[in-house]
Antibody, heavy 127, light 107 residues
């Protein structure tokens, strides 16, 4: 049974760095059949894809977040990490770790959907 | 691509049929539309991908259809656990985008 569990600080100060970790169980992270990523949800912006990463080290980010964002897959720890720098109140959201699928074999297509979700981690950006 | 879901909300009783619409601002390549269901306080759950394909474990009362700019999710007979918010998502164009959701509540 595939299980994703997010963890990390629930409160981040403005201009700081948001860091979350997702522990994955029940499935191997070493696969070209799927990827890993993050989706966030806020009352103002709804559901937003943040970015996707592969165990091979490739990553593909939403262009609006790319300068501030890093997503990595650590196969030795079965973890997916998210780091988002220079945060503002607009980054306040529930952050979901997701398993990512694509109808194309090309990771760089950006054509993704999400078949497994973690329970979500609420992050508030405030001083 | 902007996805517009309608209606914004729907009040129905268990056993009734629900029909939810997702309209895209441009044609969606490959019918690459997914539907998700979310209960309060829980994560979204994938119901449909490729416009009409159900993942293993999703009941057959959930049916997706459509092509081009118009897509539909039909729930043939609502069960108590089906109430909540439904989202469509397109992944036929980059960046992928989500609709704003349709809330289905119990009458």
């Amino acid at each position: 049974q595939v299980h994703l569990q997010e963890s990390g600080p629930g409160l981040v100060t403005p201009s700081g760095t948001l860091s979350l970790t997702c522990v994955v169980s029940g499935v191997s992270l070493n696969s070209y059949d799927h990827y890993w990523g993050w989706v966030r949800q806020s009352p103002g912006n709804g559901l937003e894809w943040i970015g996707t990463a592969s165990f091979s080290g490739s990553s593909y980010y939403d262009p609006s977040l790319e300068r501030r964002l890093s997503i990595k897959v650590d196969t030795s720890r079965a973890q997916v990490s998210l780091r988002l720098g220079s945060v503002t109140a607009a980054d306040t959201a529930i952050y979901y770790c997701v398993r990512v699928l694509s109808p194309y074999s090309d990771f760089w297509s950006g054509y993704y959907f999400f078949d497994y979700w973690g329970q979500g981690a609420q992050v508030i950006v405030s001083s | 691509i902007v996805l517009t879901q309608s209606p914004g909300s729907l009040s129905l009783s268990p056993g009734q049929r629900a029909t939810l619409s997702c309209r895209a601002s441009e044609s969606v390549t490959g019918r690459y539309v997914a539907w998700y269901h979310q209960n309060p306080g829980q994560a979204p759950r994938l119901l449909i991908y490729g416009a009409s394909r159900r993942p293993t474990g999703v009941p057959d009362r959930f049916n997706g259809s459509g092509s081009g700019t118009d897509f539909t999710l039909t729930i043939s007979r609502l069960e108590p656990e089906d109430f909540g918010v439904f989202y469509c998502q397109q992944y036929g164009d980059s960046p992928l985008t989500f609709g704003g959701g349709t809330k289905v509540d119990m009458k």
